[in-house]
């Protein structure tokens, strides 16, 4: 019964208020007329009762309703419905007199719904039973029409039947289009043969739920991933069988959980989770494909495909475990290399002629390129499986970014290229001083230095000329470092791809510069970590801008924060 449209329980709502307010206008017409209040216009139902129950019936659907809403909308419209019912028993009962009428009027009333939503045969079967009251009635003592039926019986007879094909065509709207996706999933996926034979050879698991969220069908790949009988998990609403985690086996929330999001904006969602399976977490690749109709506006269920990802995430872990080793193992000896070579070329400790200079030098270079990429390579293989090592802390990002606009200013110096930092401040009312506002962030300080400290350098490299500005503003929620330089730009085209694992664009200046590609890689994981975000704006030949977002602390959660720290380190 939820699905049926709450657009429709809405016009009937609508209908309801009109009506009794309508009911309520002739109610003062009349008392107008006769000056009183305490009327009986017996031809239209009316009394000081009808009128009593049109206004609790307005009230009910203008101001009760809306609160019963939130507990439950079927309670708060069937509910409406039933005083609609009440209005039109009392002042069928005004009009036509006999105490048991009311009662047998709100019993059809009742009778009427569940016809309306439960199909034809009940609708029949309440009209055959209005057939047996009237029966009963004609046998009433009361002085027959002339024709042998009593007029009240008639009446009821020919409302009720109204009502109840009234209701009946309305159900076209309300329950009809629920069976028809009913229908839909039944005959063209769980019952067709070709379909099951398909999705039976497949070695991907595939469940197809309906628009209920009901499993209907499921093949013996996904019986196999989920560790549970077919007979089991038929007929079960998913969340009791799909019981999916975030990949680091924290609970996912119900905004983010791929099928109930993909059910809502019925759109595709593919997505890597962990799955509970006999006691154990496996990791799933799973797939949410939404049946709707042609033009998207029906949703008929979903089908779902799930695949065993554990063995090639466990290859995956060890494959970035071996580099990460490797990287760090090699670390070493090409910091030793590094370090003779500087001695090498100290003139204070050994005297070499020009030419070996020279290519001591270039050596010297190449091993710190060396030393570089195995520490981004180490950095980038944390980043990937979460494992960057982090320690958190209240972090005021206007001192960090002072202290690097310091040091690169040297930097720059050397190239020619002019650095500039600029921090918005705030003029005191009482005193002429500005200050600078502060920036709280709850990050590691060490980590968003790493990150600052590529894009300038970045900066820098890919400027040949003009100025790098370094930036710090922000509003009350977000903490924001900007990065702009007067260099090369980039293309739209590569643009998308620059904070991939070693994307570099090629051209004539990246050719000649060094790099490893994995800097912007390793400044977004760091940022995620953060829940900051981090993007560019470019265009080829105008320079670039880098934006970092970060969540900001106000002065009183930073203080509470730190508080809660150093309790934390005490204890
Ligand atoms: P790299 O080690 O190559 O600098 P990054 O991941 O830091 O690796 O950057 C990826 C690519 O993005 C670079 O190769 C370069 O082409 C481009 N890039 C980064 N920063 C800038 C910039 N400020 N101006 C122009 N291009 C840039």
């Known amino acids: 019964m939820q699905n049926v449209k709450e657009k429709w329980l809405k016009i009937a709502n609508v209908y309801y208020v009109l009506f009794a307010l309508g009911v309520l206008g002739v109610y003062a017409y009349f008392a107008y007329k006769q000056q009183t209040p305490d009327?009986?216009?017996?031809?239209?139902?009316?009394?000081?009762?009808?009128?009593?129950?049109?206004?609790?019936?307005?009230?009910?659907?203008?101001?009760?309703?809306?609160?019963?809403?939130?507990?439950?909308?079927?309670?708060?419209?069937?509910?409406?419905?039933?005083?609609?019912?009440?209005?039109?028993?009392?002042?069928?009962?005004?009009?036509?007199?006999?105490?048991?009428?009311?009662?047998?009027?709100?019993?059809?009333?009742?009778?009427?719904?569940?016809?309306?939503?439960?199909?034809?045969?009940?609708?029949?079967?309440?009209?055959?039973?209005?057939?047996?009251?009237?029966?009963?009635?004609?046998?009433?003592?009361?002085?027959?029409?002339?024709?042998?039926?009593?007029?009240?019986?008639?009446?009821?007879?020919?409302?009720?039947?109204?009502?109840?094909?009234?209701?009946?065509?309305?159900?076209?709207?309300?329950?009809?289009?629920?069976?028809?996706?009913?229908?839909?999933i039944e005959k063209y996926l769980v019952k067709n043969e070709v379909v099951k034979l398909l999705t039976n050879s497949l070695s991907d698991g595939v469940i197809i739920i309906d628009q209920n969220e009901v499993i209907r069908s499921i093949n013996p790949a996904a019986v196999n991933i989920l560790g549970q009988e077919a007979k089991d998990i038929l007929d079960l609403n998913y969340r009791s069988v799909l019981k999916l985690k975030n990949s680091d086996g924290s609970n996912i929330s119900?905004?983010?959980?791929?099928?109930?999001?993909?059910?809502?904006?019925?759109?595709?969602?593919?997505?890597?989770?962990?799955?509970?399976?006999?006691?154990?977490?496996?990791f799933i690749d799973i797939a949410v494909s939404v049946i709707t109709n042609e033009d998207n506006q029906n949703l008929y269920g979903a089908v779902i495909t799930l695949r065993d990802i554990s063995t090639k995430k466990k290859e995956e872990a060890a494959k970035s475990e071996f580099i990460s080793t490797a990287s760090h193992e090699m670390r070493t000896p090409v910091a030793a290399i590094e370090g003779y070579l500087a001695l090498a070329l100290n003139p204070n400790v050994s005297k070499i002629d020009p030419k070996t200079k020279t290519f001591l030098q270039k050596a010297y270079a190449?091993?710190?390129?060396?030393?570089?990429?195995?520490?981004?390579?180490?950095?980038?293989?944390?980043?990937?499986?979460?494992?960057?090592?982090?320690?958190?802390?209240?972090?005021?990002?206007?001192?960090?970014?002072?202290?690097q606009a310091e040091y690169f200013a040297v930097v720059a110096q050397k190239k020619g290229i002019q650095l500039e930092f600029i921090i918005s401040t705030v003029n005191m009312q009482n005193n002429s001083k500005a200050i600078r506002p502060l920036y709280y962030t709850y990050a590691d300080p060490a980590r968003i230095q790493e990150v600052t400290n590529n894009l300038i350098d970045n900066a820098i490299k890919y400027t040949e000329a003009g100025k790098v500005t370094i930036g710090l503003t922000g509003d009350r929620n977000v903490v924001q470092i900007f990065i702009k330089d007067t260099g090369m730009g980039i293309e739209a085209e590569d643009i998308p791809h620059l904070f991939q694992k070693f994307y570099r664009v090629d051209n004539s200046a990246t050719r000649t510069t060094s790099g490893t590609g994995l800097g912007l890689f390793i400044c977004r994981k760091i940022v995620e970590l953060y829940k900051g975000q981090i993007w560019v704006q470019s265009k080829k030949g105008q320079g670039s801008t880098f934006y970092i977002n970060l969540p900001r602390l106000d002065s009183s959660q930073a203080k509470a924060k730190m508080m809660h720290d150093t309790a934390r380190t005490d204890k």
């Open 39 to 184: 009327i009986k216009i017996e031809e239209y139902g009316l009394s000081s009762l009808t009128a009593i129950v049109a206004i609790a019936t307005i009230a009910y659907c203008l101001i009760i309703l809306p609160f019963i809403k939130r507990y439950s909308i079927w309670i708060g419209y069937v509910t409406g419905f039933a005083f609609y019912g009440m209005l039109c028993s009392v002042a069928t009962e005004q009009a036509i007199g006999g105490p048991y009428e009311l009662y047998f009027l709100v019993l059809i009333l009742t009778i009427n719904i569940f016809a309306a939503l439960y199909g034809l045969a009940a609708g029949m079967s309440v009209i055959g039973l209005i057939a047996i009251i009237f029966a009963m009635e004609i046998s009433n003592t009361t002085e027959p029409t002339s024709f042998g039926l009593h007029f009240d019986a008639i009446y009821s007879l020919l409302r009720s039947s109204l009502t109840v094909v009234l209701i009946i065509l309305l159900r076209k709207y309300y329950v009809t289009q629920l069976s028809d996706k009913n229908n839909y």
């Open 254 to 282: 119900q905004d983010k959980e791929p099928i109930s999001k993909a059910i809502a904006e019925k759109q595709s969602i593919q997505q890597e989770l962990l799955l509970p399976k006999n006691g154990n977490d496996i």
């Open 366 to 403: 190449s091993t710190q390129h060396l030393g570089q990429l195995f520490q981004d390579l180490l950095i980038s293989t944390r980043a990937e499986d979460g494992r960057i090592v982090s320690h958190p802390e209240v972090t005021e990002i206007g001192e960090i970014m002072q202290k």
